[in-house]
Nanobody
Framework: QVQLIESGGGLVQAGGSLRLSCAAS????????MAWFRQVPGKERKFVSS????????YYVDSVKGRFTISRDNAKNTVYLQMNNLKPEDTAVYYC????????????????WGQGTQVTVSS
């Protein structure tokens, strides 16, 4: 049974930082590209960032470039999203997703999803 479990969300003031983690189990983690998405109530889930299986290729949506950093530790079966200089518009439920391909990005299909972790940024 594949599980993706996100953690690290919470309430933070604008300008603050959070580090999200997504721990994977039940899959060969190093064979999967990983991504982070976010969703606000009443809106569609949107792509935020992705990383390839080896961690050598990353991709970010323009609104988070220079503020967010995605990384992975294949020995720990975990992908991270370091979020700095947070803004109120970053408030959302953040989801990690796994794709059984070399690369991941927006508009692609993903095989597994986590349950999400809430990030709230106050102004």
């Amino acid at each position: 049974q594949v599980q993706l479990i996100e953690s690290g969300g919470g309430l933070v003031q604008a300008g603050g930082s959070l580090r999200l983690s997504c721990a994977a189990s039940g899959l060969s983690f190093s064979n999967y590209a990983m991504a982070w998405f976010r969703q606000v109530p009443g809106k569609e889930r949107k792509f935020v960032s992705s990383i390839n299986w080896s961690g050598t290729n990353t991709y970010y949506v323009d609104s988070v470039k220079g503020r967010f950093t995605i990384s992975r530790d294949n020995a720990k079966n975990t992908v991270y999203l370091q979020m700095n200089n947070l803004k109120p518009e970053d408030t959302a439920v953040y989801y990690c997703a796994a794709r059984s391909k070399v690369l991941a990005g927006p508009g692609m299909e993903y095989d597994y999803w986590g349950q999400g972790t809430q990030v709230t940024v106050s102004s």
